[in-house]
Structure formats: C-alpha cells, structure tokens
C-alpha cells in the first residue's frame, strides 16, 4: 500500500493527491489540531501510484523561477482597490481573464464560512475571492475542474498559496498556454477547525450569525484591521477588530498555530512556482516615498515568460512602478524563508484539544488584559497629541 507521507511535516495539504486518483480512494480526516490529511481507502485503491508520484512537497528542489521583473502596483478601479487586501493585483489579473473570457479560481467563505476554493465566470462575484483569508481553503476538486476548463480552451487563473499552485501544476502535468497561476507570499495556514471555533467565539460574543470575516479591512486605511460582519435580529451590522483584540489574529500573526509543513515550507523564497507572485508590498513606503500607500499597495512579481508577455497588458488594469527584489524581500519575511516554529504552538493546541475554542479565547484574553486595554485608550488619543507626546519624549 502506498505511504502518501511518513511525518505530518511531508504534508502540506494540497491534495493534489485526492485529485488525481482515477477511483477516488483517497479521501482527507482532520488530525487532533484540525489540519486535514490525506489517507487512501484500501477497499477502493488499485495501488496505480498517481497519488505518490504527483506530490510535489516530496521533491528535494522546488520547480520554479527567480523572478523577472518586480513592481508596486495599485488597481485603477476604486471598487476592486476598496475590497482588496493590498493594492489589488489579484483584481486585476481576474480583470485580465474575465475579458476574454475565462475563469477565475480562489478561495471563498460558503454560507458557513467554511473557506474552500472555488470558480468565478463574472467580475460580479469577483468580491467573493477577494481579500486575505488567513486560513487553509479546502482545494476540493478545483484542479480537475481547472483541468476540464482548460481543454475547452478557456483561459483560466488560479490563485492559492504556493504549495496549492505547485500542486496543481503537479496534477496538471503539462503547461496550458491559456493558464495564469498566482501563488500568494503566505506567512503560514492555521486549520479550519481553529478558524470555525474562532467564528463560534465571535457569534457568541455578538450574539448573532456570522455571514463575513475581513482579516484586511481598510475604513480606517491599509493595515492589519479586520472586520466581523455579522446578522442580529435580521440587521446587518459590522465591527472593526483590531488584531490584539482577536486571539486568532494574534496568533496567526506571532506563527503559533500554522500547519506543520509550513515551518520548513521550501516555497517561502526567491524560486516562486506561480506565474506571478502577489502579497502586500510592506515598506514601501520607504523605498518608493513617491507613492500614495493611504489605500494599498500591492507587490507584483513576474516569474515567468507567461506572465511577463501578460504583465504588458497590465497597466490598463494597474499603476505600475518598477522595483526590486531585493527591496520588496525586505519587508516580506517569507520571500527570504518560512516562519520559524513557534515555541507557543503546542501549548495553544494543547488548551484547544483540552477546552475547545472557549479555553483558548479565555486564557487569550486573561493574559493579554492589560495589552488590550492600553491600546483601547491609545486609539482614544488624537494624533496631534500622539506626535506632540513622542517630540517631548525624544528632547527628553
């Protein structure tokens, strides 16, 4: 019988493997802490060895490139920009595609808020896949249905972490002329188990249904903010929550509670697998002071011949300005190498395993009480005030 993985470390969950089993004997169960991992049904496998020869994760090296050009770039449609997390480059390769036709894969909350990837034909929908989700999306079948798409001659982008864009080309095994993958600069997944405890935490402290989670709002300007969108006596109401509010947040900021692959994920690096790279182009501000940040801006890498033939067309849909590696590297860790392994980790799986979702929140919160109110009181502070405080402490 064929070992999909020795050590839960081989595994990044792309399911690369479920996909491309011809008896689909390959199924996917949540371990202890809620990350999902494939294991093979023996009734119903034939022992043919797609599923061992198509993980990409088991290879020593990864199958890439070194990126060719890099830009900042913000979208020129106000909308798109308003509901991206970063500058909108995402929006406006979706853009791209949806004029001439194709599909558009990413990932999605369902009507309850279980993240899973799935296929756009429209720009109406395009709000749906917009925007960080710090959280692993269910792939399900979308590499067999990108595969179908694409033998119609469709074009078709895909977006995902790197390790979900390795394993679709993995599955694919042969490039598409009319294929554009976007792999994301990703800090790291936490499971959906974490996550859902995390919406049950909100719906009991709310006291209603949550229909929406933005991990990126930007009503008060690009940032770390987030916003609970939630259903109460049949309104519709919002709250901003800033990331020490939220143990979640908080947690998956610090790298306490990522998959255990993403540790020693060799696709956190220069060698990208996507066609174009795309993430949050943090310190801008300080290599390029020329641009307007007050709304977001994006990183674009363009790591293919693909995507630099499409990169042309671009600037109808982007502001563009050219830049480096080197200088976009600097302030995004994970163009350099993986979060290293958090020492908090097992102790915050080991209260969840324990007491749930509630054990978790309240020993959050016991501990960071102070934390939390002191920056209550700091947001109260006008920021004249701010700046006046910081010239009387530096003069001493």
């Known amino acids: ?24 004997a390959v199924t996917v169960k949540p371990d202890e802490n809620g990350f999902i991992y494939p294991q093979i049904n023996e009734e119903l496998c034939i022992e043919c060895g797609l ?62 808020m279980y993240p899973k990837h799935v296929c756009i034909d429209n720009l109406a929908y395009l709000e749906k896949i917009q925007g960080s989700k710090y959280v ?17 001659g469709k074009w078709v982008l ?30 790291g997944v936490p499971s959906v188990s974490f996550f859902k405890g995390y919406i049950r935490y909100l719906e ?25 969108v939630y259903k109460k006596h049949s309104k519709i109401l919002n709250r901003v929550i800033y990331p020490v509010e939220s143990y979640y947040y908080t947690y998956f900021l610090n790298g306490d509670i990522y998959r255990e692959s993403c540790y020693e994920c060799k696709y956190a690096g220069k060698v990208r697998v996507g066609d174009f790279t795309i993430g ?29 033939m499409i990169a042309g067309e671009l600037a109808n849909y982007l502001y563009l300005t050219e830049s ?36 978790v929140a309240k020993k959050y919160y016991k501990a960071n009480k102070w934390k939390i109110i002191f920056a209550r009181v700091k947001r109260l502070i006008p920021n004249p005030v701010k700046k006046y405080l910081k010239k009387m402490i530096k003069r001493g």
């Open 280 to 308: 949050d182009y943090w310190g801008v501000e300080k290599v390029h002071p020329e641009i307007n940040t007050k709304n977001g801006v994006s990183v674009l890498l363009v790591n293919s011949q693909k995507g630099s």
């Open 136 to 152: 692993q999306s269910d792939i399900d079948d979308t590499y067999i249905q990108a595969e179908n798409y694409l033998k119609n």
């Open 51 to 112: 599923c061992d020869k198509v993980c990409d994760f088991k290879k020593a090296t990864v199958d890439g490139n070194i990126p060719l050009y890099t830009y900042a770039a913000i979208n020129k449609n106000k909308r798109v920009l308003a509901n991206s997390a970063s500058g909108g480059a995402f929006g406006a390769l979706a853009n791209f595609v949806f004029d001439r036709g194709g599909v558009v894969f990413g990932c999605a909350y369902d009507d309850k």
């Open 158 to 187: 895909f977006t995902g972490t790197p390790c979900q864009i390795a394993g679709l080309k993995a599955y694919l095994r042969k490039d598409y002329d009319r294929l554009i993958t976007i792999d994301l600069i990703c800090h």
């Open 324 to 359: 480096s590696f080197e200088q976009a590297k600097i302030y995004n860790a994970q163009l350099n190498s993986p979060e290293k392994k958090s020492l908090n980790r097992e102790a915050i799986f080991k209260t969840w395993r324990e007491g749930g979702y509630r054990a």
């Open 1 to 24: 019988m064929v070992r999909l993985f020795e050590q839960k470390k081989d595994c990044c969950g792309c399911l690369a493997c479920k996909n491309v089993c011809p008896k689909q």
């Open 204 to 228: 009991g402290k709310y006291k209603g249904e949550i229909i929406n989670f933005k991990f990126r709002d930007k009503s008060k300007g690009w940032g770390l903010i987030s916003e609970v």
